[in-house]
C-alpha cells in the first residue's frame, strides 16, 4: 500500500554509474550530472498498517532506506559534491575528503567520491558506531580513525578536532562537516521536503524525525511548516542525549546516529514543537518489531523514530472525527547491523528486548 509518486517527478537522482536511460524527456530540469538510473532519492512512502496501534491514525513511513548506499546520507553527500564541484574545490584524483560521522555520511561519500573526481576518504567515526559499518567503510577503501563516544565536541580528542587537524596538515584536504554545512539543511528543504508535499498531497499532520546533526529535520520542517498550517514537529533522540538542551552530560546509549553531546548548529530549534527521549530498549525491540510485522528492514534510529511515535499517538484525542497523518522518517538500512540489532544474543546481552520481543524470541529458540 505505497502513496506513488507522480510519474514525471519520479526520475532524477544519480547513482554510481551516469547510465543514460531511453526517457531523456524524463530529465528536462535537472542539470547534466543528475541524469542517471536515478535512484537517489524519490523514496517510497508506505503505511505501517500493522504498527499503528490506533485504527484512525494514519502511520506513514518514508523508506530512506532504500537509498543506495542504505541511508538518507547519500542525498547530502550528493549535495555536497555538487556544491564542491560548482566551487572548482575538487582536483581531480588529489582530493582528500576527511569526514566526522557517525559512518552514514562516511559511506555515501564514499560510494560517490571516485566517480566525482577524489582521491581518498577518511572517516572520524566514535566507537559507538558497530564493526558492521566499519567492515563496509573498509571494503569501499576509506582510511579510518576510531574517536571517543565521550570526547566533547569542544575536546582535543573530538571527532571534530581531529578532523580538522587532518584536513589542515595534509595537503589538498577537505573538511566534510555535517554539522555546520548549510548543504546538509538545502537539499531536505529544496528535495525530501517537496517529494513529501506531493507524496502526501499537501496533506500532514505530524512529522517525526531523528536528530543528530539536526540537517534533515531543520530541511523538511522548514519547507513544510511554511506550507502545510498547523503542521506539528517532533525531534527524536536518544535517553542521555544532549542535543535538544545542550547541556554537557556523559551521555551514554546504544543507538547509533541519532543524539550527541551538544547542539549542532545547524539545527534550528524553532521548528520543533515537541522533543522524545526513547530509550534503546525500546528502540531496538521496535525496529525489530517493523522488521517482523511490517517487513521493513530498517535499522535502530527508524526504531527510536517509531516508537516516539506511537508515542506521540497516545497523545492524541481518542474521538476526533478527522483521521491524523503522521509520517516518520526511516533513516537508514538493518543490513549495516547483522551484528547488533539483527542478532538476538547482542540484544539479549545488552537488555534491548522488551517483553513481547524477548517472549517471542524465546519461543521461537525452543
Ligand atoms: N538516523 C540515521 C540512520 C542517520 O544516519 C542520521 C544521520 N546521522 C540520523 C538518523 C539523524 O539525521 P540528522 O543528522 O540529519 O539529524
Not at 518514508?62 to 575538487?90: C, H, M
Not at 548543504?183 to 499532520?205: F, K, P, Y
Not at 547488533?340 to 522488551?354: A, F, I, P
Request: hydrophobic fraction near 35%.
Amino acid at each position: 500500500d505505497s502513496l506513488e509518486f507522480p510519474r514525471e517527478k519520479r526520475q532524477k537522482g544519480l547513482f554510481l554509474q551516469h547510465i543514460r536511460t531511453t526517457q531523456e524527456h524524463d530529465y528536462q530540469d535537472r542539470t547534466p550530472s543528475y541524469h542517471g538510473c536515478c535512484t537517489i532519492g524519490n523514496t517510497p512512502i508506505i503505511r505501517l498498517n500493522n504498527t499503528s496501534n490506533r485504527a484512525q491514525i494514519e502511520l506513514l513511513a518514508k523508506t530512506e532506506f532504500s537509498n543506495p548506499g542504505g541511508s538518507i546520507k547519500d542525498r547530502v553527500a550528493q549535495r555536497v559534491l555538487d556544491n564542491l564541484k560548482a566551487a572548482n574545490k575538487i582536483k581531480d584524483s588529489v582530493t582528500t575528503l576527511v569526514i566526522p560521522s557517525s559512518g552514514n555520511l562516511v559511506i555515501s561519500l564514499a560510494l560517490l567520491a571516485p566517480q566525482n573526481g577524489c582521491y581518498k576518504v577518511i572517516g572520524l567515526i566514535p566507537e559507538r558506531t558497530s564493526e558492521d559499518r566499519i567492515h563496509l567503510l573498509k571494503s569501499l577503501g576509506v582510511e579510518i580513525v576510531r574517536t571517543l563516544i565521550e570526547a566533547h565536541a569542544d575536546s582535543a580528542e573530538s571527532q571534530f578536532s581531529i578532523a580538522k587537524k587532518i584536513a589542515t596538515d595534509l595537503p589538498d584536504a577537505i573538511l566534510v562537516d555535517e554539522f555546520a554545512d548549510g548543504a546538509n539543511v538545502q537539499v531536505h528543504s529544496q528535495e525530501t521536503a517537496e517529494e513529501i508535499l506531493i507524496q502526501c498531497e499537501g496533506r500532514l499532520d505530524v512529522l517525526v524525525v531523528g536528530v543528530e546533526t539536526g540537517g534533515t529535520i531543520t530541511g523538511i520542517a522548514r519547507t513544510l511548516k511554511a506550507r502545510i498550517p498547523g503542521l506539528k514537529v517532533v525531534g527524536v533522540e536518544p535517553e542521555h542525549s544532549s542535543v535538544q538542551d545542550g547541556v554537557s552530560r556523559a551521555g551514554a546509549w546504544k543507538v547509533e546516529d541519532i543524539g550527541g553531546n551538544f547542539t549542532p548548529s545547524i539545527l534550528d530549534k524553532s521548528l520543533i514543537d515537541e522533543w522524545i527521549q526513547v530509550s534503546d530498549q525500546d528502540s531496538y525491540s521496535t525496529a525489530r518489531q517493523l522488521i517482523r510485522e511490517e517487513g521493513i528492514f530498517c535499522g535502530p534510529s527508524s526504531g527510536s523514530v517509531v516508537a516516539a511515535a506511537l508515542r506521540y499517538i497516545q497523545t492524541l484525542p481518542k474521538d476526533g472525527n478527522q483521521k491524523p497523518r503522521i509520517l516518520t522518517i526511516l533513516n537508514d538500512t538493518a543490513r549495516n547491523y547483522s551484528s547488533t540489532l539483527l542478532s538476538d544474543d547482542w540484544l539479549l546481552e545488552h537488555d534491548l528486548m522488551d517483553e513481547t520481543m524477548a517472549k517471542s524470541v524465546a519461543y521461537h529458540r525452543h
